[in-house]
């Protein structure tokens, strides 16, 4: 019993002492601090790491994901050029794959990542309206809306 409460009152001073060991090693071995990403740049790993999962998933057929992976390296190129208007460009061709299900991926997938693009994706990057129009679809059967009944 003495053990296990002596480790109980140690263990958060020992977190705190290898994460600062972690901060200094980063700072010496890299010559200064390492600013890490903004929250706005997370959207394009987030992106990747969700066709790479979809990817693992795929089977024996591997490869099937690859024009996506290879657009949103294009996407990524442009994005660190910071031209923001072929970023978006290059985001709505992404989605067009993803609509006409190029490579032959499964329909569940692909609505999916159109959805999780939406999620992810800051609006000046991609068509938001291409997302609410598949809402407005999904939700009222191809376009109907309730007050047009009658």
């Known amino acids: 019993m003495w053990v296990a409460e002596n480790m109980r ?5 020992l977190l705190e002492l290898a994460g600062l060991l972690i901060v ?3 700072v010496v071995l890299l010559g200064g601090p390492v600013l890490a990403p903004s929250a706005e740049d997370d959207w394009l790993d987030a992106m990747m790491r969700a066709v790479l999962v979809e990817q693992t998933n795929e089977g024996p057929f591997w490869g099937t994901y690859e024009p996506y ?3 949103l390296e294009v996407v990524r190129a442009h994005y660190r050029r910071g031209d923001i208007a072929v970023v978006y460009g290059e985001m709505n ?3 067009d ?3 006409r299900r190029v490579n032959g991926i499964p329909d569940v997938t692909a609505d999916w990542l159109f959805d999780y693009c939406y999620a992810v994706t800051p ?4 068509d938001v309206s291409r ?6 679809k ?3 059967e191809e376009g109907a809306r309730p007050d047009e009944s009658e």
Do not use: D, G, S
Request: glycine share 0%.
């Open 97 to 99: 794959m993803l609509e």
């Open 138 to 140: 999904h939700q009222f």
């Open 93 to 95: 061709r992404f989605m």
């Open 131 to 136: 997302h609410i129009e598949k809402y407005r």
């Open 9 to 13: 009152r140690r263990m958060p001073i």
């Open 69 to 71: 992976r290879a657009q």
């Open 123 to 126: 609006a000046r990057y991609h």
């Open 24 to 26: 200094v090693l980063v």
